[in-house]
Structure formats: C-alpha cells, structure tokens
C-alpha cells in the first residue's frame, strides 16, 4: 500500500464476501487486502492476532472490546531488552472485575447466587490474591483494591456478609473475613480482620481486629475485640473495651466488654478486668480489677504490682506491691516534698501569708502542719 492510511480513513469496498472480516483497499492501488476469519484464529480456534510488529495504536472517542463473558488478556513485552509483561484478565462471570498481571490472583464467584453481588473489584500486581465467595451463598464484595503484596485473601465462611470498599496495599498474607467494608490494610506480615468495617491495620505481624471502627498499628500478636479502640506497637496485648487504647509494653490485658475509656500505656503484664475510664502507665505486674463491681476513673503509675481492688477514683503511685483498700484513696510509698525548706511557717496566718493554699501542707519546725484556715 503506498503511504501509510488509519483504518477509518479507507474507503468502503464493495462486495464483501460472508467469510471476509476485513477488507483494505489502498486508493489509487488495485490491490485488495482482505483479512479472513482463519486468519485471526489459532489452532483451536480462538480468536487473535498474532506476528504483530512496531508500535499498535488504539484510537478513537471509544474503544469497547465485547467478550460475551469471557477472559479479557492484553499482553506483551515491554522496555528496550525484553522482559516484562502487561496482563488485564476480567473475570468471566463478570467483566468489571480485573485481575492485572497474571501471578495467581484469582476472583472466584462460588455459588451462582453470589454473581450479582461481586463487582468492580480489582487485583493490581502482587501474587497470590483472592478475593473468594467459596461455596456460601449471598455474600457481596464490590469495588475493593489488593495492590502489590503476597498471598492477601478476601474471602468467608458465613453467608450473607458484605466487604464493600477495602484497601490492601503491599504486605504478606493479609485477610478479611466478615464484613470489612471501608477497612484498609498497608505493609505488614499475616494480619487480619475477623469481623467489622472501617478498620485499619498498619505494619506489624500477626494482629488481629475483631470489631469496628479500631486500628492496629506496628506490633506483634495484639488483638482488639470492641469498637472505636486502639493498639499502637507492643507485643501480645488484648484489648476488648470500647473506645480503649493500648499503647507500647508487652503482654498488656484489658477485658471490660461494654464498658468504656480504659487504657495502658507502656510497661509489662499490666491487667485491667470490669473497668471503666481507667489508667495504667508503666511499671509491671499492675492489675486494676473490679469482679463484680465496676471500678470507675482510678490509676496506677509506675511502680510494680500494684493492685486496685473494685476501688473508684483511687490511685497508686509508684511503690511494690501496695493495695487499696477503699474508694478515693492514693498510695504513695516514701512521699518526699522536695522544697519543704520553703515551707516552715509558724501557724496558718504565717503559712496563709506565705502563699500556701487551704489544705496545703507545711510545716512548723518539722512539724508537719495542713492549712485549714
């Protein structure tokens, strides 16, 4: 053909036999090319088009290839020495689901019943993902993204539960089992979400998020099992209290189901059992615990174990070993008032004259004295 023409610039030949599926004609040249249906078939006949060279170009205001419901695959080499290859698979129970780049991802619909509900879903590089409605019936998975990574599963074995809108971006053997919706994984090693939307699991090995609306970041073999809770690094905590948060340490415990606001940051075997809106901030072997009566607002800072038994609004601080005994009561081993020299006063009119507030304590020659006047 002389000069080089865009398809949709040739003019129209007539007579087209059945068997032509296409048929150029250069102007001005006698020559027909004409392009049969055995010649875009390989020896099974399926349709492609092989030997291609150079640069092909798809162009136009839209470009639709219809598959009737079967695999879509644009392949082929890619960079200037070889190597590389470009794979788009649309599932073929559904062709918004896509699969890119063929390293055994797979999306796979189960039973029959599961097909309207598994859409927009898409596999972006990596190896080994599934998205997976297994044999249960009536489970919906729609527009969630797995991108880079290894061996990340969405997938249960409940019927009826939804995963609508979820994240993984890099990792190892990531998985969400019910109803995971909006929730989001980066990084990390074999974490995975149980139950509960809107959750995030950031880094670290092993975590595991039973509830909604909690994060895991960093860490190892931490567990959060209510809502709106947290664990930020550590090793082997468990959280079960609403609005909770664990922060550091390692082997730290609060089991208060239904109750709120209760937290330990840092140290080591810290407990927490029945509280609501209680602290432990380091030390070790701490163990605030209510039985069977809810222990309300009391902490403990540093020290070792210490234990708050049932005791509201109490507070221990530092020491080995010490125990309340009521409520709104504070332990404090060894108290030392550090600028007590500038505290000797000889009465309350003196102490009062010299800055010291109602229930302050000074002293009067080393007596120790509270203002009360």
């Given amino acids: 053909m002389a000069g080089n023409k865009k398809i949709f610039d040739l003019p129209l030949r007539t007579g087209v036999t059945a068997d032509d599926r ?5 102007s001005g040249n006698t020559t027909t090319y004409s392009v049969k249906l055995s010649d875009l ?19 136009g205001t839209n470009i639709d290839i219809s598959t009737n419901g079967q695999t879509i695959v644009l392949s082929g080499s890619t960079g200037g020495g070889g190597g590389g290859t470009s794979y788009f698979s649309a599932t073929t129970e559904n062709t918004s689901n896509i699969i890119q780049k063929d390293n055994g ?10 097909y309207p509900g598994i859409n927009n879903n898409f596999i972006l590089g990596g190896t080994g993902h599934t998205i997976d409605a297994e044999t249960y019936t009536n489970n919906n ?18 019927n009826n539960t939804t995963t609508d809108n ?23 090693y074999n974490n995975q979400l149980n139950y509960g939307g809107s959750n995030f699991l950031g880094g670290g090995e092993s975590n595991t998020i039973a509830q909604g609306n909690s994060a895991i970041v960093g860490g190892l073999n931490n567990f959060i099992g209510s809502s709106y809770s947290g664990i930020i690094a550590g090793e082997s905590h468990y959280s079960r209290t609403t609005c909770g948060f664990i922060g550091g340490g390692y082997d ?17 075997v810290n407990y927490m059992n029945n509280t609501q809106k209680c602290f432990i901030g380091g030390g070790s072997n701490h163990d605030i615990n209510g039985g069977g009566t809810i222990t309300y607002d009391s902490a403990i800072i540093g020290g070792d174990l210490g234990f708050i038994s049932g005791h509201s609004r109490s507070v221990i601080l530092g020491g080995s070993g010490l125990t309340t005994s009521y409520d709104e009561e504070v332990l404090v081993p060894n108290l030392t008032i550090a600028n007590y020299s500038s505290l000797n006063f000889s009465g309350d009119t003196a102490a009062a004259a010299g800055g010291v507030v109602l229930g302050q304590v000074y002293h009067d020659n080393g007596a120790l004295r509270i203002r009360i006047t």
Wanted: aromatic share 10%.
């Fill in 22 to 26: 296409l048929a150029i004609v250069d």
């Fill in 41 to 59: 078939q390989d020896g099974t006949g399926v349709n492609t088009l092989e030997s291609l060279t150079g640069n092909i170009t798809f162009s």
């Fill in 105 to 114: 991802s797979s999306i796979n619909f189960g039973d029959s019943s599961n």
């Fill in 141 to 158: 998975y729609n527009n969630n993204f797995i991108a880079g990574g290894d061996g990340h599963l969405i997938g249960t074995n409940n």
């Fill in 166 to 188: 979820a994240v993984m971006v890099g990792g190892y053997s990531h998985f969400i089992d019910r109803a995971g919706s909006n929730s989001a994984f980066v990084g990390g």
């Fill in 252 to 268: 730290h415990y609060i089991n208060s189901y239904n109750l709120r606001g209760s937290a330990i940051v840092g140290g080591d």
